[in-house]
């Protein structure tokens, strides 16, 4: 028996010594060095701007966290600054909300500024959440709560978006779409604003958790906020709230169309950087929901310029995910081969294919090691720069990342984003927090609720999305693995 397996793993490690099989691992190393290369350029974005505040500090301005200007904070500058209205759509209520809810709302911006929380209903918890924390600091800030109804012709989200639109303030200027599991800077809001002013061209600002995407394209899609022009709304120019409101699944995607198709200007700019706290604990089926949900936003499309692209994408995505994980299995098949071949003492010149082997190992391994040193120093730098944009915050670190399971994770998620790539496709539906949406020619035609049976909680944020409670799911390896994939994201809050 131990020889049949021997031989099977022996030919195996062969057939990965071919032409094809060198490719592929050739191409994994590429792979792993393209995306090396991209967190390093982000990486020098990031701290070309903290060495800007630091300079700044050093020559005066202690606020330089705030603005580039000192001369900014003067009360002639901020009496004209314009108003701003912010719109956060709420879905349940979770261990990290009220904590996100308060950085959003205390913020620094010296121009008038309101805030709109938006819920389906009274009945969601975060209704009466929100309500206590606008009740105890109601004489500091403009806020309050907006109960939007049902979504009958777009996303759940998008619907609250635009009931939010429909209730801001007639004289602002700006607004600022925020999602409610992010933690903003005391500096945020005037930061966009000031780039908006200065450049009028500007038709979408957003920013990214952390500016570290999964290893995916897809994740790359996913905004946090997106600041835009209020007019755009009022007026419905480029069909931005036909477009949304008329069958929209994904609030990011729909935008990103539409910017493109008018040839509109989207920007990040580099204070884009916010934590994105998770539950504290994440099973297989939360993570597995939130992937087909990154998955099925290639499936939502306005033109069909965009079908095309997100096939472009789709295609792509696919071949890439695991052209970067079929390496690794090819790598560890030549290291079980050598390890066999070692303990039983074979002979050299019956297995003398294992060292070619060991040198596409030794190559992968390289490549690995600078894609995780990238990785790891973009993390390093975005952490420094979210505690110096946040000086009264809790100081964040990089003291709790597990690289071991982070580098797993990524393995699975581009395993695994393949497979819900094509359900999504073949299914053409989601469940999004207990609502079934169904996709025709790219927009949704269908939406099914069904409230005694829907889930109890959000995917990530592990949100109630009632008023009972259940029990938290029990910890676990896998569970730890999955959170590993998505903590890497943003640093986690060192309790030291």
Same mark, same amino acid.
């Given at each position: 028996m131990s020889?049949? =397996?021997?031989?099977?793993l022996?030919?195996?490690?062969?057939?990965?010594c071919?032409?094809l099989?060198v490719?592929?691992?050739?191409?994994?190393c590429?792979?792993?060095?393209?995306?090396?290369?991209?967190?390093?350029?982000?990486?020098?974005?990031?701290?070309?701007?903290?060495?800007?505040i630091?300079?700044? =500090?050093r020559?005066g301005?202690s606020?330089?966290?705030?603005?580039?200007d000192?001369?900014e904070?003067?009360h002639?500058?901020?009496?004209?600054?314009?108003?701003?209205?912010?719109?956060?759509?709420?879905?349940?209520?979770?261990?990290?909300?009220?904590? &996100?809810?308060?950085?959003?709302?205390i913020? /620094?911006?010296?121009g008038p500024?309101?805030?709109?929380?938006?819920?389906?209903s009274?009945e969601?918890?975060?209704?009466?959440?929100?309500?206590?924390?606008?009740s105890?600091?109601?004489? &500091?800030?403009?806020a309050r709560?907006?109960?939007?109804?049902?979504s009958?012709?777009?996303?759940q989200?998008?619907h609250?978006?635009?009931?939010g639109?429909?209730? =801001?303030?007639?004289?602002?200027?700006?607004?600022?779409f925020l999602?409610?599991?992010?933690r903003?800077?005391?500096?945020?809001?005037?930061?966009?604003?000031?780039?908006?002013?200065?450049?009028?061209?500007i038709?979408?600002?957003?920013?990214?958790?952390?500016?570290l995407p999964s290893?995916?394209?897809?994740?790359y899609?996913?905004?946090?906020?997106?600041?835009?022009?209020?007019d755009?709304f009022r007026?419905?120019?480029c069909?931005v709230?036909?477009? /949304?409101r008329?069958?929209?699944?994904s609030?990011d995607?729909?935008l990103?169309?539409?910017?493109?198709?008018?040839?509109?200007l989207?920007?990040?700019?580099?204070v884009?950087?916010?934590?994105?706290?998770?539950?504290?604990?994440?099973?297989?089926?939360?993570?597995?929901?939130y992937l087909?949900?990154q998955?099925?936003?290639?499936?939502?499309? =306005?033109?069909?310029?965009?079908?095309?692209?997100n096939r472009?994408?789709?295609s792509?995505?696919?071949?890439?995910?695991?052209g970067f994980?079929?390496?690794?299995?090819m790598?560890?098949?030549?290291?079980?081969a050598?390890?066999?071949?070692y303990?039983q003492?074979?002979?050299?010149e019956?297995t003398?294919f294992v060292?070619?082997?060991?040198?596409?190992?030794?190559?992968?391994?390289a490549c690995?090691?600078?894609?995780?040193?990238?990785?790891w120093?973009?993390?390093?730098?975005?952490?420094?720069?979210?505690?110096?944009?946040?000086?009264?915050?809790?100081?964040?670190?990089?003291?709790?990342y597990?690289?071991?399971?982070?580098?797993?994770?990524m393995?699975?998620d581009n395993?695994l984003?393949?497979?819900?790539?094509?359900?999504?496709?073949?299914?053409?539906?989601i469940?999004?927090?207990?609502v079934r949406?169904?996709l025709k020619?790219?927009?949704?035609?269908?939406?099914?609720r069904?409230?005694?049976?829907?889930p109890?909680?959000t995917?990530?944020?592990w949100?109630?999305?009632?008023?009972k409670k259940?029990?938290?799911?029990?910890p676990?390896?896998?569970?730890?693995?999955l959170r590993?994939?998505?903590?890497?994201q943003?640093?986690k809050?060192?309790?030291?």
């Amino acid at each position: 028996m131990s020889e049949a =397996m021997d031989s099977v793993l022996f030919s195996l490690s062969k057939a990965f010594c071919s032409p094809l099989a060198v490719f592929v691992q050739i191409q994994g190393c590429v792979i792993c060095l393209t995306l090396a290369f991209g967190w390093a350029c982000a990486a020098y974005v990031r701290n070309r701007e903290i060495r800007r505040i630091k300079d700044s =500090m050093r020559a005066g301005n202690s606020l330089a966290f705030l603005c580039q200007d000192i001369n900014e904070l003067e009360h002639s500058y901020q009496a004209n600054l314009p108003r701003v209205s912010v719109v956060m759509p709420l879905k349940g209520f979770g261990e990290h909300n009220l904590h &996100n809810w308060r950085s959003q709302v205390i913020s /620094l911006y010296g121009g008038p500024l309101e805030f709109l929380f938006v819920v389906e209903s009274t009945e969601d918890p975060a209704y009466h959440a929100v309500s206590r924390l606008i009740s105890d600091i109601k004489d &500091n800030i403009d806020a309050r709560v907006v109960v939007a109804g049902l979504s009958t012709t777009c996303s759940q989200k998008i619907h609250n978006q635009l009931i939010g639109v429909e209730q =801001m303030h007639k004289d602002s200027k700006y607004v600022l779409f925020l999602d409610d599991d992010i933690r903003l800077h005391p500096g945020s809001i005037g930061a966009l604003t000031a780039e908006m002013e200065k450049n009028p061209e500007i038709f979408i600002q957003t920013g990214y958790p952390l500016d570290l995407p999964s290893g995916s394209l897809g994740s790359y899609c996913i905004y946090e906020y997106h600041m835009m022009h209020a007019d755009d709304f009022r007026y419905d120019r480029c069909g931005v709230v036909s477009g /949304l409101r008329d069958g929209g699944y994904s609030d990011d995607m729909t935008l990103a169309a539409v910017a493109g198709a008018h040839k509109k200007l989207i920007t990040s700019p580099p204070v884009a950087v916010f934590p994105h706290p998770l539950s504290s604990d994440l099973s297989f089926s939360r993570y597995w929901n939130y992937l087909r949900k990154q998955t099925f936003v290639l499936e939502s499309y =306005m033109f069909k310029v965009n079908w095309i692209m997100n096939r472009a994408l789709f295609s792509s995505h696919c071949y890439l995910s695991w052209g970067f994980v079929m390496p690794y299995l090819m790598a560890l098949t030549h290291v079980a081969a050598a390890l066999r071949i070692y303990i039983q003492g074979y002979a050299r010149e019956e297995t003398t294919f294992v060292s070619n082997g060991l040198l596409l190992v030794s190559c992968l391994a390289a490549c690995t090691f600078i894609e995780l040193f990238s990785m790891w120093n973009l993390t390093r730098i975005e952490v420094q720069l979210c505690n110096i944009l946040s000086p009264e915050a809790p100081r964040l670190s990089l003291a709790t990342y597990n690289w071991v399971l982070v580098f797993i994770a990524m393995l699975v998620d581009n395993f695994l984003y393949p497979i819900s790539a094509f359900r999504s496709h073949f299914s053409q539906s989601i469940n999004w927090s207990g609502v079934r949406y169904y996709l025709k020619d790219g927009k949704i035609n269908k939406i099914e609720r069904s409230k005694d049976k829907g889930p109890k909680y959000t995917d990530l944020a592990w949100k109630h999305l009632s008023g009972k409670k259940a029990a938290p799911p029990k910890p676990s390896f896998l569970g730890g693995l999955l959170r590993s994939l998505e903590q890497w994201q943003q640093p986690k809050k060192f309790d030291g």
